[in-house]
T-cell receptor, first 116, second 111 residues
Framework: NAGVMQNPRHLVRRRGQEARLRCSPM?????VYWYRQLPEEGLKFMVY????????ESGMPKERFSAEFPKEGPSILRIQQVVRGDSAAYFC??????????????FGDGTRLSIL | AQSVTQLDSQVPVFEEAPVELRCNYS??????LFWYVQYPNQGLQLLLK??????LVKGINGFEAEFNKSQTSFHLRKPSVHISDTAEYFC?????????FGTGTRLQVFP
């Protein structure tokens, strides 16, 4: 029973390039969350998606960042024109129904993005 | 807005000693609290959660936490730690469609 799968595990980009991070939720889960962990900090919520819908993007930077969760395939977090400050670990979590106390989010192992 | 404070960024302890990792929350509504553990280069794993009912919550790996409403705290405890408990520990509150995390406490267990 596979957990939340994120790829790549490590991604290196040069300033100005695009980064695409993928997340496949656990089987049967239709809700995906993206979090960002900056060095020496806790995780910060970015965006919450259901299939084909963005439910809450209150934590997404206003520019360069976008996320999608298509009907088929993984969720994608896309960062355009990356800058050094985008270097972080990006974690995806999934849940079968909207989270609440009975359905804690399950996390993937993250994608570590490094910007040269 | 809800928030979580973890006062200790690092907690060093010797093997087999007891440990307490502190967590305080701020919330104006019913609160659901969680402790997650993060081993190096891995994602977060749920240790335990408080939903309602008994204020003492038992989790995996011998950890437990106590919900204290009057002190707005949810401290994590283990009576005897192992080397393998060395990791980062995060306290979180449900908000409700996202998790609000503290900044984490690094537990370092020495032989």
């Amino acid at each position: 029973n596979a957990g939340v799968m994120q790829n790549p595990r490590h991604l290196v980009r040069r300033r100005g390039q695009e980064a695409r991070l993928r997340c496949s939720p656990m089987k049967g889960h239709s809700h995906v969350y993206w979090y960002r962990q900056l060095p020496e900090e806790g995780l910060k919520f970015m965006v919450y998606l259901q299939k084909e819908n963005i439910i809450d993007e209150s934590g997404m930077p206003k520019e360069r960042f976008s996320a999608e969760f298509p009907k088929e395939g993984p969720s994608i977090l896309r960062i355009q024109q990356v800058v050094r400050g985008d270097s972080a670990a990006y974690f995806c979590a999934s849940s079968p129904i909207p989270p609440g106390p009975d359905q804690p989010q399950h996390f993937g192992d993250g994608t570590r993005l490094s910007i040269l | 807005a809800q928030s979580v404070t973890q006062l200790d960024s690092q907690v060093p302890v010797f093997e087999e000693a007891p440990v307490e990792l502190r967590c305080n929350y701020s919330s104006s509504v019913s609160v659901y609290l969680f402790w997650y553990v993060q081993y190096p280069n891995q994602g977060l794993q749920l240790l335990l959660k408080y939903l309602s009912g008994s204020t003492l919550v038992k989790g995996i790996n011998g950890f437990e936490a106590e919900f204290n409403k009057s002190q707005t705290s949810f401290h994590l405890r283990k009576p005897s730690v192992h080397i393998s408990d060395t990791a980062e520990y995060f306290c979180a509150v449900s908000d409700p469609d996202k998790l609000i995390f503290g900044t984490g406490t690094r537990l370092q267990v020495f032989p």
